[in-house]
């Protein structure tokens, strides 16, 4: 006898069941397979070996949990048919088949302005044509056209299944078990409230812990000094290649369609053409490694210098200021660097400095309160807002943004 499932086991959630037909048609679909071949946390690995996990498995990660949230919610009689389930499970499955190379580290590099949830939306809009139509209620839903609000919620927002899933995901990666959050007990205790979704009184510690998580995993790992770093290299890289290739030197490029963003300014596209979609749908982080590969021996110096450094991990160091650095500050770290430039015998100019020298500075708001509330429902008719629901005082210190000036720079400075 056949089983209406599919069975896959993941170390987070353990055996995840996917309903056979079209989400499992959608699962095999080369446009969610190649989220095998981009890393979720980008430059993470280079500081925590273990995170190696990619934007696949979080996709299944997040659609297990939404799983079992709109069963939980139909148990509480919340109306979900079986239209709407389905095209749930179909919104938060696809909601990343949209991020490049690295995911968010290239989010900017190859198309200006943009965001990956333009591609997501371009991609889900392509698989409905190929689908007949069986997207069309996800698609609604991913952007909030549905009549029913709390479906998109649960996709985006303050307290939504996506973050859940890498929140707790990356935890167990990284190895940062600061990052743990308790997600049967928020999963159970979410209900709709005027269309809207609510968490119950009791489910109130489950969510301080997971905004404190949340502030930690952005201070620990996101935020990490040397993901900083490893993402102002690996830019310098394109923004290298992309410079020689502008001014007509000859770079070998492993990749078609890398070589298609490469050779055309990023601000040269004015939206998604089907063009863009059949290159970009190509690109995974085997593309920029190969191509890296092939950089560290090119003839260029300074391209040769920087691949060989993201290759080898020789990385540059990331220096934090308490605040904005002043313009002698900044002289300072300019002068030094072209010395090290000089020193290496690299060119010193300020085209190449640039490549080694960043300032920038990181900024993470934990709970952003003022644009996208989670609300605690207190009494049967009564939602109040997280930081004004009793016991959760401390809150506000977590929904003050925290912004810290940083420069990346050579190692043999100071």
Same mark, same amino acid.
Request: glycine share 4%.
């Given at each position: 006898?056949?089983?209406?499932?599919?069975?896959?086991?993941?170390?987070?959630?353990?055996?995840?069941?996917?309903?056979?037909?079209?989400?499992?048609?959608?699962?095999?679909?080369?446009?969610?397979?190649?989220?095998?071949?981009?890393?979720?946390?980008?430059?993470?690995?280079?500081?925590?070996?273990?995170? *190696?996990? &990619?934007?696949?498995?979080?996709?299944?990660?997040?659609? *297990?949990?939404?799983?079992?949230?709109?069963?939980? +919610?139909?148990?509480?009689?919340?109306?979900?048919?079986?239209?709407?389930? =389905?095209?749930?499970?179909?919104?938060?499955?696809?909601?990343? $088949?949209?991020?490049?190379?690295?995911?968010?580290?290239?989010?900017?590099?190859?198309?200006?302005?943009?965001?990956?949830?333009?591609?997501?939306?371009?991609?889900?809009?392509?698989?409905?044509?190929?689908?007949?139509?069986?997207?069309?209620t996800a698609i609604q839903i991913f952007t909030n056209?549905?009549?029913?609000?709390?479906?998109?919620?649960?996709?985006?927002?303050?307290?939504?299944?996506?973050?859940?899933?890498? +929140?707790?995901?990356?935890?167990?990666?990284?190895?940062?078990?600061?990052?743990?959050?308790?997600?049967?007990? $928020?999963?159970? &205790?979410?209900?709709?409230?005027?269309?809207?979704?609510?968490?119950?009184?009791?489910?109130?510690?489950?969510? *301080?812990?997971?905004?404190?998580?949340?502030?930690?995993?952005?201070?620990?790992?996101?935020?990490?000094?040397?993901?900083?770093?490893?993402?102002?290299?690996?830019?310098?890289?394109?923004?290298?290649?992309?410079?020689?290739?502008?001014?007509?030197?000859?770079?070998?490029?492993?990749?078609?369609?890398?070589?298609?963003? +490469?050779?055309?300014?990023?601000?040269?596209?004015? =939206?998604?053409?089907?063009?863009?979609?059949?290159?970009?749908?190509?690109?995974?982080?085997?593309?920029?490694?190969?191509?890296?590969?092939?950089?560290?021996?090119?003839?260029?110096?300074?391209?040769?210098?920087?691949?060989?450094?993201f290759l080898d991990r020789d990385l540059m160091r &990331?220096?934090?200021?308490?605040?904005?650095?002043?313009?002698?500050?900044?002289?300072?770290?300019? *002068?030094?660097?072209?010395?090290?430039?000089?020193?290496?015998?690299?060119?010193?100019?300020?085209?190449?400095?640039?490549?080694?020298?960043?300032?920038?500075?990181?900024?993470?708001?934990?709970?952003?309160?003022?644009?996208?509330?989670?609300? $605690?429902?207190?009494?049967?008719?009564?939602?109040?807002?997280?930081?004004?629901?009793?016991? &959760?005082?401390?809150?506000?210190?977590?929904?003050?943004?925290?912004?810290?000036?940083?420069?990346?720079?050579?190692?043999?400075?100071?």
């Amino acid at each position: 006898m056949s089983t209406h499932y599919k069975i896959f086991s993941d170390p987070i959630h353990g055996f995840i069941n996917v309903p056979k037909g079209i989400i499992l048609r959608l699962i095999d679909h080369p446009f969610m397979q190649r989220l095998r071949r981009i890393k979720q946390l980008g430059m993470g690995y280079l500081v925590f070996p273990g995170a *190696e996990h &990619t934007r696949f498995s979080h996709a299944l990660g997040a659609m *297990e949990l939404m799983q079992v949230v709109l069963g939980s +919610l139909r148990d509480k009689n919340t109306t979900i048919s079986n239209a709407e389930y =389905e095209g749930t499970l179909i919104a938060v499955l696809l909601h990343d $088949i949209g991020h490049g190379p690295f995911s968010h580290t290239l989010e900017h590099t190859f198309l200006k302005d943009f965001h990956h949830e333009k591609m997501t939306l371009a991609l889900m809009k392509r698989l409905n044509n190929e689908f007949d139509g069986a997207l069309e209620t996800a698609i609604q839903i991913f952007t909030n056209q549905h009549s029913k609000a709390f479906l998109h919620q649960l996709i985006s927002s303050q307290l939504d299944i996506d973050r859940l899933d890498y +929140l707790k995901r990356d935890s167990f990666y990284t190895g940062v078990y600061e990052g743990s959050v308790g997600i049967d007990r $928020i999963l159970k &205790t979410m209900r709709v409230f005027k269309n809207h979704i609510v968490i119950e009184k009791k489910g109130i510690y489950a969510v *301080e812990n997971y905004i404190l998580a949340r502030r930690l995993m952005y201070m620990q790992v996101y935020l990490h000094k040397t993901v900083l770093g490893g993402d102002k290299l690996l830019k310098s890289i394109i923004r290298r290649a992309r410079h020689l290739i502008d001014s007509g030197d000859s770079v070998f490029v492993a990749s078609p369609a890398l070589d298609f963003f +490469l050779t055309q300014k990023a601000n040269s596209f004015k =939206e998604i053409t089907n063009e863009i979609i059949d290159h970009y749908v190509l690109l995974d982080d085997n593309d920029l490694v190969l191509s890296i590969k092939y950089w560290q021996h090119s003839k260029d110096p300074i391209l040769s210098d920087l691949s060989r450094r993201f290759l080898d991990r020789d990385l540059m160091r &990331t220096t934090f200021f308490d605040n904005k650095p002043n313009a002698e500050v900044q002289l300072t770290y300019k *002068e030094r660097t072209r010395q090290a430039l000089k020193d290496m015998k690299l060119p010193y100019d300020d085209l190449s400095l640039s490549y080694y020298l960043h300032f920038d500075r990181s900024y993470t708001e934990a709970y952003q309160y003022k644009n996208d509330s989670i609300w $605690i429902l207190q009494e049967p008719n009564k939602a109040v807002e997280f930081s004004k629901a009793a016991d &959760t005082k401390n809150i506000i210190a977590l929904t003050k943004p925290v912004v810290k000036p940083y420069v990346v720079h050579l190692k043999t400075i100071g």
